[in-house]
C-alpha cells in the first residue's frame, strides 16, 4: 500500500482545495477546507498562534466525543461516566496533538470529492481522489473515503477516514482494545496514556506560552 504521510483527516481538512461542492455534505467539506487553508496559509499567525487556531479549528469540525466513545469498544459498557468523560477530553486532546504535529509534512497534496452517499439518515461517505503535485496525472490516484455524520440544524462533522479502503478508526480501535485487554478494560488506565502520549507530540511547555 502506498504510504501517505499526512493523516488523512488532517489532510482533509487543510488541503481539498480542489474539491468539488454540490450536497450540503459537500458543501460543509469546502467551507470547512477553506477555512483550514485560510489559516495555514496566514503568514501573520506566529507558529503558537497557528497552532492554536488549527487546534480550535480541527475541535469544531472532528466529533471527537463520537470517535473517542467507538475507540472503547464493549469497554465502554462498563466504564463509569465521569470517567468516560474525561477518556473523551484525553482523547480529543491527543487526536487535536496528533495532527498538529504532521503539519510539517504537508507537501501541496489537494484532495478532489467524486460523489457521496448517504449510507443512513444522517450518516454519509464522501468519496475523493488524492492529488500529489509531483504526479498530478496519475492514473491510479489514491482514493479516500471520509465518514462524515449529520448533527442536526444542517452542522455536520468528520468522525472517520479511509485510505485506499482502510478505514482508519477501526485500525484506532484495535489499537486501543489491544491496550485494554492488556489492562483489564480500564478505561482510566487508557486515559492516562493518552495523556502521555499527547505530552510527547507537544511542543515544550515553554515555547507555547
Known amino acids: 500500500m502506498r504510504r501517505v504521510h499526512v493523516p488523512v483527516l488532517c489532510l482533509l481538512l487543510l488541503s481539498?482545495?480542489?474539491?468539488?461542492?454540490?450536497?450540503?455534505?459537500?458543501?460543509?467539506?469546502?467551507?470547512s477546507v477553506d477555512r483550514g487553508i485560510a489559516?495555514?496559509?496566514?503568514?501573520?499567525?506566529?507558529?503558537?498562534?497557528?497552532?492554536?487556531?488549527?487546534?480550535?479549528?480541527l475541535a469544531a469540525v472532528l466529533d471527537t466525543k463520537?470517535?473517542?466513545?467507538f475507540m472503547l469498544g464493549t469497554a465502554r459498557d462498563k466504564a463509569a461516566a465521569p470517567d468516560l468523560d474525561v477518556y473523551a477530553e484525553a482523547y480529543k486532546a491527543f487526536m487535536i496533538a496528533n495532527y498538529?504535529?504532521?503539519?510539517?509534512?504537508?507537501?501541496?497534496?489537494?484532495?478532489k470529492v467524486t460523489g457521496s452517499a448517504e449510507r443512513a439518515p444522517g450518516d454519509y461517505v464522501v468519496n475523493a481522489r488524492l492529488v500529489d503535485p509531483s504526479t498530478p496525472n496519475d492514473p491510479n490516484p489514491v482514493p479516500i473515503a471520509?465518514?462524515?455524520t449529520d448533527r442536526g440544524s444542517g452542522k455536520f462533522a468528520v468522525v472517520d477516514a479511509s485510505v485506499e479502503g482502510?478505514?482508519?478508526?477501526?485500525?484506532?480501535?484495535?489499537?486501543?482494545?489491544?491496550?485494554?485487554?492488556?489492562?483489564?478494560?480500564?478505561?482510566?488506565?487508557?486515559?492516562?496514556?493518552?495523556?502521555?502520549?499527547?505530552?510527547?507530540?507537544?511542543?515544550?511547555?515553554?515555547?507555547?506560552?
Not at 482545495?17 to 459537500?26: D, I, K
Open 16 to 31: 481539498l482545495s480542489a474539491a468539488r461542492a454540490g450536497t450540503p455534505v459537500e458543501d460543509f467539506v469546502q467551507q
Open 39 to 57: 489559516v495555514l496559509k496566514d503568514r501573520s499567525l506566529s507558529e503558537n498562534d497557528r497552532r492554536r487556531q488549527l487546534g480550535e479549528f
Open 66 to 69: 463520537r470517535m473517542a466513545l
Open 100 to 111: 498538529e504535529s504532521q503539519l510539517n509534512g504537508y507537501g501541496g497534496q489537494s484532495l
Open 146 to 148: 471520509f465518514r462524515v
Open 166 to 209: 482502510i478505514w482508519l478508526g477501526l485500525a484506532q480501535r484495535a489499537d486501543f482494545g489491544g491496550y485494554l485487554s492488556q489492562h483489564g478494560n480500564d478505561v482510566p488506565a487508557l486515559t492516562a496514556h493518552l495523556q502521555e502520549m499527547t505530552a510527547k507530540l507537544l511542543p515544550d511547555s515553554a515555547s507555547r506560552k
